[in-house]
């Protein structure tokens, strides 16, 4: 242990050098608030939806309990247009192996489009036969 160990700021500065390093730590602590303010400003105002109110939408059980919002109308119709059971996910009609375990072609495992309707594969021959 050296000598150093147990000394303060108090024992190796002046008293103004103290007044102002408590001043500027002060003026950092102000800072900080004023960032965490004004953080909390703009995630207050993103909360907002483009009518002005509050969006209400729920994430329940695995889906979106949408409010009716205009962001959530927009929501809701972007999700329309993504995969759904007993439609082809247009795979290349193959199990993937991925981090989180096996990824399976929709169609093969009966989740996905009647054979018939089934579209999944290579896009065009040329990737076929490379």
Known sequence: MSDYDDMTNADVMSASEMAEYERDAEFALDAADEREALEREKAEEAAM???????????????????????????????????????????????????????????????????????CGPEDDSEAAS
């Open 49 to 119: 939806t483009s009518d002005g109110h509050e969006c209400q939408a729920e994430f329940i059980d695995g889906s979106w309990d949408y409010c009716g919002c205009d962001d959530c109308n927009d929501r809701e119709a972007a999700d329309a247009e993504e995969w759904r059971p007993g439609q082809c996910d247009r795979c290349y009609g193959e199990t993937v192996s991925g981090p989180l375990g096996d990824v399976h072609c929709a169609c093969a495992i009966g989740q996905g489009a009647d054979p018939e309707d089934c579209q």
